[in-house]
């Protein structure tokens, strides 16, 4: 699924959902027990942009392990506000966040 489509979207962003929900009824089932969705931001613009997915209010996400643990000071400083549901990006930077699969399977 993209985000950031339609005529309010924002110039040089493209924001790509990836999910596989606990629930994932397809052949296969839950392909990563540890991963609910991923959400990867392009920003080709020149300068940071703030993005809202309103679904992730209140959601462990957290930026990728492996560019939290980048040499890349400029990707690590990709973030995830929780409470809004708001990620920040840098200019001309690429970021990968991960949601944690929920418990509770059913």
Do not use: C, W
Not at 22 to 46: C, H, I, K, M, W
Request: a negative charge; hydrophobic letters at 35%.
């Amino acid at each position: 699924m993209f985000h950031n489509t339609g005529p309010d979207q924002l110039p040089g962003l493209i924001v790509m959902e990836l999910a596989d929900p606990s629930r994932n009824t397809l052949p296969g089932g839950d392909l990563d027990r540890q991963a609910e969705r991923l959400e990867v931001l392009f920003n080709a613009t020149d300068e940071p942009v703030t993005y809202q997915v309103a679904d992730l209010k209140g959601a462990n996400v957290r930026l990728h392990p492996v560019q939290a643990n980048s040499a890349d000071r400029v990707v690590r400083s990709s973030s995830f506000d929780a409470g809004t549901g708001t990620f920040t990006v840098p200019a001309r930077t690429t970021a990968v966040f991960v949601q944690a699969q929920k418990t509770g399977r059913s």
